[in-house]
């Protein structure tokens, strides 16, 4: 709703700002006052809040003591942090109060589409509210708060442009049989070298967290039928995994535009598989295995990836029907190490092999891992 009202304020020519307000001592605070007191000063900030706000509508509180509210130009912040520090001085015992903190963060980038500046207010409001105790801080925000929302707005089109230019190369990655030492199949991984980004995994996050994840996906996943295809017109037919983020599987226009994919193009199915990531939660777990299923009866494989990273791991093995399951390294470094290490990981192993489902293993890097 924020990232509309901006951007129907861009079109009539107003400028708005989203003004960030951290009352985190509050808590504290909060100990030593009448808890009638207190809810009568929360519901006030509220209605402050919703007062000075767009369309009176466009305020919120974020987490315990975070809040939000989109305004016009003649908001004045430091009024609204006096008058709400003369409160909690007024509340509190030794009439000391707390300090109020804010931010204004601005969303005036030119050229940006409405959905990227709504992914950015929406990134940038997450980070405020998870991140307080780290780099993240009301204070970092008011360095740089004309420039926050631009930099993500601008971030994600450095990422759209990376995806359209093609800027990004596949690594190989073997996973070998156990059995007989051979390569079974490889995990296909995303590499931008040309585009000058030396961390996958930061950018990728970043990808998940603003919600441009699936375009990359799907860019990846062509760019795999692409060599699979090259591959086997010069003899050499291989089997590749290919990462989906559970986000990218929520999403309808991603699943109609991967499955037109592979309608398209007829690489061998069974050598095509897919590996879904955790690393962003799977919300619809019903809509999710209905794909896997359609995936699975068009003949490639699907496994579940990082099993044993999230806490929701084993709901997901509940509620979606797989074929393989990778489990995450660190069970195996600990299975190495840790008292109670082997039994975590010989207990996962044996609930796959219950379930007949398949066991990838990461991080095995030496003979010795090997062995055991």
């Known amino acids: 709703m924020v990232g509309r009202r901006i951007e129907a304020a861009k079109a009539e020519g107003k400028h708005y700002g989203l003004t960030l307000i951290d009352l985190r001592d509050f808590g504290e605070l909060f100990e030593h006052i009448d808890a009638a007191a207190a809810r009568s000063f929360i519901a006030h900030i509220g209605d ?9 509508d466009t305020a919120g509180r974020f987490a315990d003591e975070t809040y939000g509210v989109l305004h016009d130009d003649a908001f ?11 409160m909690t001085r007024r509340l509190d015992p030794t009439g000391k109060g707390i300090e109020v903190r804010a931010a204004t963060v601005d969303a005036k980038k030119a050229g940006a589409t409405p959905e990227d500046t709504a992914k950015a207010v929406v ?47 596949v690594a190989l990655q073997p996973i070998i049989e156990l059995a007989n030492s051979r390569v079974h199949h490889y995990e296909a991984l995303a590499r931008f070298d040309a585009a000058g980004v ?10 998940e967290e603003v919600g441009v994840i699936s375009e990359f996906d799907l860019a990846m996943t ?15 037919d291989l089997t590749l995994a290919v990462n989906l983020s559970g986000q990218s599987l929520g999403n309808p226009i991603f699943v109609e ?21 955790e690393s962003a939660r799977i919300e619809d777990l019903e809509s999710t295995n209905r794909l896997i299923q359609n995936l699975r009866r068009a003949g490639h494989r699907v496994c579940l990836d990082d099993f044993g990273a999230g806490a929701a791991a084993f709901q997901y093995l509940r509620a979606l029907d797989i074929d393989l399951v990778k489990i995450d390294g660190s069970y195996v470094r600990e299975a190495l190490t840790a008292p109670n290490g082997k039994a975590f990981l010989k207990s996962m192993a044996g609930l796959c092999a219950d379930l007949d489902i398949d066991v990838v293993a990461e991080m095995i890097e030496d003979r010795e891992t090997v062995a055991f």
């Open 257 to 277: 535009s991967l499955l037109r994919l592979l309608r398209d193009n007829h690489v061998a199915r069974d050598r095509l598989w897919f590996e879904i990531t």
């Open 222 to 236: 062509e760019r795999v039928v692409a060599l699979m295809d090259k591959s086997r017109t010069a003899g050499n």
């Open 198 to 207: 030396a961390s996958p995994y930061a950018l990728i996050s970043f990808a």
């Open 48 to 56: 402050t809040l919703r007062a000075v706000s767009v369309g009176g």
């Open 123 to 169: 990134y940038t409001i997450n980070r405020f509210t998870r991140e307080q105790d780290g780099d993240f801080t009301i204070a970092s925000l008011s360095d740089g708060c004309t420039s926050m929302v631009q930099d993500t707005i601008e971030q994600i089109a450095e990422f759209k442009n990376i995806i359209r230019g093609g800027a990004f190369k």
């Open 76 to 86: 004045d912040i430091d009024e609204l942090k006096a008058h709400l520090a003369e």
